[in-house]
């Protein structure tokens, strides 16, 4: 459901959206906002993506996979535990 945000976008951006608005370009100003909204959410949304890529790319660069089981992985924690007492 809709909820009512208010929004004070300052002169130069009101009078933008206002002059996007006169143009016919949209309809109304919340139009105008939802749409700028998605594009940053798109930007935003790439960004994560190419981070996501180069950690992948970090990670395939940084050597050879070692293999490892959860038991393995307790058994060491807890060995680094008992050897801090």
Request: proline share 1%; net charge negative; glycine share 8%.
């Amino acid at each position: 459901m809709a909820r009512t945000m208010t929004i004070t976008p300052g002169e130069e951006l009101r009078q933008f959206v206002e002059g996007l608005v006169e143009a016919g370009i949209y309809q109304t100003n919340s139009e105008v906002v939802r749409e700028g909204l998605r594009m940053l959410q798109e930007k935003y949304a790439a960004s994560q993506l190419t981070l996501l890529r180069q950690l992948i790319d970090e990670g395939e660069q940084s050597g050879e996979a070692v293999t490892w089981n959860s038991q393995d992985f307790i058994r060491r924690m807890n060995q680094l535990k008992d050897a801090e007492k």
